[in-house]
């Protein structure tokens, strides 16, 4: 399990919920007239280039339709907000094949890591967290576990202590597990690839491993100053759809 550094200024109630949550007509798309979605913009898979959705504040709500599709090896996208002031934050994750099972994580771009991941096996996935100061940017970012589609992504902002409740929360936990979830060391350094000389090699292992399984390898070089670059390349003689 992986350990919140005390510089981050989330606090993270992940109330991973183990049932759906309410959504539609009560919170979601409100003050939205003709199309009540924004929509993803490739690429936003790594933290360099999460789609910008601008300032989040209180009673502002969030509909992203996004895909994880299972022709290239889309395991990330990101979105990045800025919060206009201390803000507690819903997520709710929706998959258009319910036999899907994308998960979500909260990215904090000033520590460089996850500070939370709800990655239960329900349908939708629904998250709690809070922002505790104006200004701080965050990324959302949906993950696959399995699965492969379309998804729609709802995020709904309120005041500190007053936001709508994820139904039937489970426990209070900077990261839950269940139904024996993978680690996201591995990811991390997938969607912060700076990180990626620091993985261990289980964590290189587990990533190589889902990189295979989709059709691909991966070249990874280190220039002289220790920049990172990662290159995927189909294996010869597979598809990747």
């Known amino acids: 399990m992986r350990h919140v550094s005390h510089a981050s200024k989330f606090a993270v109630l992940v109330l991973a919920a183990l049932a759906a949550g309410c959504h539609g007509e009560d919170c979601h798309g409100c003050g939205y007239e003709g199309d009540p979605f924004v929509y993803e ?3 936003n898979d790594q933290a360099c280039c999460a789609n910008d959705f601008g300032t989040l504040a209180p009673y502002e709500s969030l509909a992203i339709r996004g895909s994880l599709p ?15 002031q201390a803000i507690d ?3 709710e994750l929706v998959s258009d094949d319910p036999h899907a099972d994308f998960d979500v994580c909260i990215y904090d ?16 996935e629904v998250g709690l967290f809070s922002v505790l100061e104006a200004g701080r940017e965050v990324h959302v970012v949906v993950t696959p576990y399995s ?7 709802y995020v709904d902002a309120f005041p500190i202590s007053l ?3 994820a139904t039937d929360g489970g426990a209070i936990a900077v990261q839950q597990q269940s139904d024996g979830r993978r680690e996201r060391a591995h ?6 690839p700076e990180v990626a000389v620091s993985e261990s090699e289980v964590e290189r292992f587990a990533r190589v491993a889902r990189l295979e399984r989709a059709g691909y390898v991966e070249l990874i070089e280190v220039d002289d ?8 390349l189909p294996i010869l003689g597979r598809t990747t759809d």
Do not use: K, M, N
């Open 187 to 192: 990811d991390l350094a997938d969607y912060h």
């Open 89 to 91: 934050v819903r997520v």
């Open 41 to 43: 913009d490739e690429p």
């Open 225 to 232: 100053q220790g920049e990172v670059r990662r290159t995927r």
């Open 70 to 84: 299972a022709s290239v090896p889309d395991f990330f996208d990101g979105f990045a907000f800025h919060s206009a």
């Open 163 to 165: 936001a709508a409740p």
């Open 109 to 124: 771009p000033l520590i460089g890591d996850y500070v939370a991941c709800f990655e239960t096996a329900a349908h939708p």
């Open 147 to 153: 699965g492969a589609g379309g998804y729609t992504l």
